[in-house]
């Protein structure tokens, strides 16, 4: 049993041994909960809960006019009834948006009646349209997404992971670097050409960008 001290301020160190088991690293935001064994400490959940009505539309007053740059044309049919569906980069948009009545509707609809999967490479090319092709600063698009991953019926593959990549794209990081570190936390190093990218990635997690 590992024993620790309270400062005068009423901080508390936790074990290295466990922060390390826990993947618990500086900043991170925790929960303190008060239980009848004691205080029990929980990190917070990645992502604040959000409802549909708050996240349906709300880049729709940010956006221009619907532009001649388009996502992929939007897929029909499919499986219906299913326990979880993904959904592509194009209802993501339309439904944050608002710029097409139609597929905004449908985007909705589906929302609003599934368990939705987001894979990791729709997150990533919906911030390349939202910045792209409808201008939007990373203060704007991460402020959507962390509106859409907090519905209570989204799911991703790594919701922590995706969490991080929003931070270190707020502070500065392009977002794709972003997200190719978080996800590779746990691993020795990421090698690349990018100077930019060592220069920016310094400091940030475990897993050390290094130019190769």
């Given at each position: 049993?590992?024993t ?15 922060r390390a088991s826990?993947r618990w690293?500086?900043?991170l935001?925790?929960?303190?909960i ?5 205080i029990?400490?929980?990190p917070r959940?990645?992502?604040p809960?959000?409802?549909?009505d708050?996240v349906?539309?709300m880049l729709e007053?940010?956006?221009k006019p ?11 049919g499919g ?5 979880v569906v ?9 439904l944050l948006?608002?710029d097409?009545?139609?597929?905004y509707r449908a985007s909705?609809q589906l929302?609003?009646?599934e ?5 990791d490479?729709v997150?990533?090319e919906?911030?390349?349209?939202l910045r792209?092709a409808?201008e939007?600063?990373?203060t704007?698009?991460?402020?959507a997404?962390?509106?859409?991953f907090g519905l209570?019926?989204?799911?991703l593959?790594?919701?922590e992971?995706m969490?991080?990549?929003l ?6 990081m392009?977002?794709?670097?972003a997200l190719?570190?978080?996800?590779s936390q746990?691993q ?12 920016r990635?310094?400091g940030?997690?475990?897993?050390p960008v290094e130019?190769?």
């Amino acid at each position: 049993m590992e024993t620790t001290k309270l400062s005068s301020k009423g901080q508390v160190i936790i074990p290295k041994r466990l922060r390390a088991s826990h993947r618990w690293e500086a900043g991170l935001e925790l929960v303190v909960i008060d239980t009848a064994d004691g205080i029990l400490l929980r990190p917070r959940a990645p992502f604040p809960g959000s409802e549909l009505d708050q996240v349906a539309g709300m880049l729709e007053d940010r956006v221009k006019p619907k532009t001649d740059v388009e996502t992929k044309q939007q897929s029909g049919g499919g499986v219906k009834e299913q326990c979880v569906v993904a959904v592509d980069t194009n209802v993501l948009v339309r439904l944050l948006t608002r710029d097409d009545e139609p597929q905004y509707r449908a985007s909705r609809q589906l929302f609003s009646h599934e368990s939705i999967y987001i894979p990791d490479t729709v997150v990533l090319e919906t911030e390349w349209v939202l910045r792209f092709a409808y201008e939007l600063g990373p203060t704007e698009v991460c402020e959507a997404l962390r509106a859409v991953f907090g519905l209570g019926n989204v799911m991703l593959a790594d919701a922590e992971s995706m969490s991080r990549a929003l931070v270190w794209h707020e502070s500065g990081m392009d977002f794709a670097d972003a997200l190719h570190l978080a996800l590779s936390q746990g691993q020795a190093a990421l090698k690349t050409f990018d100077t930019q990218f060592v220069r920016r990635a310094k400091g940030l997690g475990k897993c050390p960008v290094e130019k190769l």
